[in-house]
């Protein structure tokens, strides 16, 4: 940033315009790395409020706050589309924020039970989440509208979140932490596992070493949804922002690893763009 008194000069990459992509903590990249892959020209700032991570343990009326202040903010910043890249947010706020912000289209993230229920053949599916998503309305109406004719294996696994945001894609402690968490799942013979939470597709080639469940991804689903609430006009500037409430270099570090981005341009969340 310049001088005390200078007046931040906005970034024409993100003047008219962007995708905001919301997450906790990590976990939306996945998301991200599809949109950036299908969408190359649509400008994205990912927020990641990892002052507050992880969600999935606090009620929703604790959770709540803190999307809500994010969204405002990015609304604020010029965001056209918010995409909540976290189950936890979605399970949280999806509707409230719909209310609050008539104006600005949000593409929530529900457990991808329908996918799951339509190509499960034993009968039986796993649903790997956080608990505030298993409590949570969205999750009880998908479960009731697709999934009321096979068992459905509810199963809040935090600890695969913090490993995620740790980094800790491999090693023993990962492999410890993911054989306990899917033993019930393959125990009750889960043929499909939903990865109900955003930063679980980072764990994927490990969870593969200890299931033969197929895994069931929602990234492609909600680039489709996003792709078509693009408003006209957005900037075809292709620019990409990270912004954290947490530490921005941390961060850095971490988008580096996780998506292999040699130098991401990140900043603190209230920061200047
Ligand atoms: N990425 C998250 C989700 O999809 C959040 C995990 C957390 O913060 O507990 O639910």
Redesign the pocket.
Known sequence: MSGASAKPVPDPGFADGFVAVF???V??LTILRELDASLPHVPLVYYADQSH?????HPAEVIHPWVESAARDLIERGAKVIVL?????S?ASLYRLRDTFPDTPFVG?EPAVKPAAEATHSGVIGVL??Q??ADGELYKRVVVQYASHIRVVTLPA?EL?LLVERGQLDGPEAHDAVARALEPLNEAGADQIVL????FPFLEPILRQHTMAALIDPAQGVVRQTARLLPPGLPASGKRLYLTSGDPLRLQGMIQQLLGVPSPQVLAADADF
């Open positions: 997450d906790s903590g976990g939306g991570m992880p969600y999935g343990p890249a976290c189950h936890s947010a399970a993230l989440s956080t505030v998503t935090p979140v109900a939470c955003t930063h």
